[in-house]
Antibody
Framework: EVQLVESGGGLVQPGESLKLSCAASGFTFHDYVMHWVRQAPGKGLEWVSGISSNSDTINYADSLKGRFTISRDNAKKSLYLQMNNLRPEDTAFYYC?????????????WGQGTLVTVSS | QSALTQPASVSGSPGQSITFSCTGTSSDVGIYNFVSWYQHHPGKAPKLMIYEVTKRPSGVSNRFSGSKSGSTASLTISGLQAEDEADYYCCSYAGHSTYVFGTGTEVTVV
């Protein structure tokens, strides 16, 4: 069974940094594209970033303006999101998501999410 | 990366069918058949209901169906049930390993 367990969320002040982690199990982690998706309170889902299986392709939502960095450690079966210069509008549930794999493009498996709150 | 457009809310009576749309552009929905639909209860993990426009994952009721015409995708829920109340989001692959979500539709069973 695929499991994606996010951690690292919490309360931070504007301008501070936070690093989210996602521990993966139940599938061959190094074979899959992985993503972060977030949902701010009262807002819709927003794709944040994605990383290819070997980290050679990385993309971000335009709105992030270079403040976030996605990475992965295939040996540790883990996905990360380094978030710098956090703003109140970054307050959201952050979900770790596994792509379908193969030739398709589907956000297939989701973690339960971790809550990031940016507030003074 | 503009969000796909969905109606804010749709309602129906138990047993009815409802259909709502997801309008994108020639850069996402219009060019890729990688449109998915997710059922979401806030604070929980979104549940994949439809993928690749029309396909249902194992375990999803056949009351849910998807379609696409041009740059507009649609989700139909037949035989509406109280348990179908939730927020629904469409999502399209947008090229270069990126995705774009819809604005979300709140489904209410009245």
């Amino acid at each position: 069974e695929v499991q994606l367990v996010e951690s690292g969320g919490g309360l931070v002040q504007p301008g501070e940094s936070l690093k989210l982690s996602c521990a993966a199990s139940g599938f061959t982690f190094h074979d899959y594209v992985m993503h972060w998706v977030r949902q701010a309170p009262g807002k819709g889902l927003e794709w944040v970033s994605g990383i290819s299986s070997n980290s050679d392709t990385i993309n971000y939502a335009d709105s992030l303006k270079g403040r976030f960095t996605i990475s992965r450690d295939n040996a540790k079966k883990s996905l990360y999101l380094q978030m710098n210069n956090l703003r109140p509008e970054d307050t959201a549930f952050y979900y770790c998501v596994k792509d379908i794999g193969g030739v398709g493009w589907v956000l297939w498996n989701w973690g339960q999410g971790t809550l990031v709150t940016v507030s003074s | 990366q503009s969000a796909l457009t969905q109606p804010a809310s749709v309602s129906g009576s138990p047993g009815q069918s409802i259909t709502f749309s997801c309008t994108g552009t020639s850069s996402d929905v219009g060019i890729y058949n990688f449109v998915s639909w997710y059922q979401h209860h806030p604070g929980k993990a979104p549940k994949l209901m439809i993928y690749e426009v029309t396909k249902r994952p194992s375990g999803v009721s056949n009351r849910f169906s998807g379609s696409k015409s041009g740059s507009t995708a649609s989700l139909t829920i037949s035989g509406l049930q109280a348990e179908d109340e939730a927020d629904y989001y469409c999502c399209s692959y947008a090229g270069h390993s990126t995705y774009v979500f819809g604005t979300g539709t709140e489904v209410t069973v009245v």
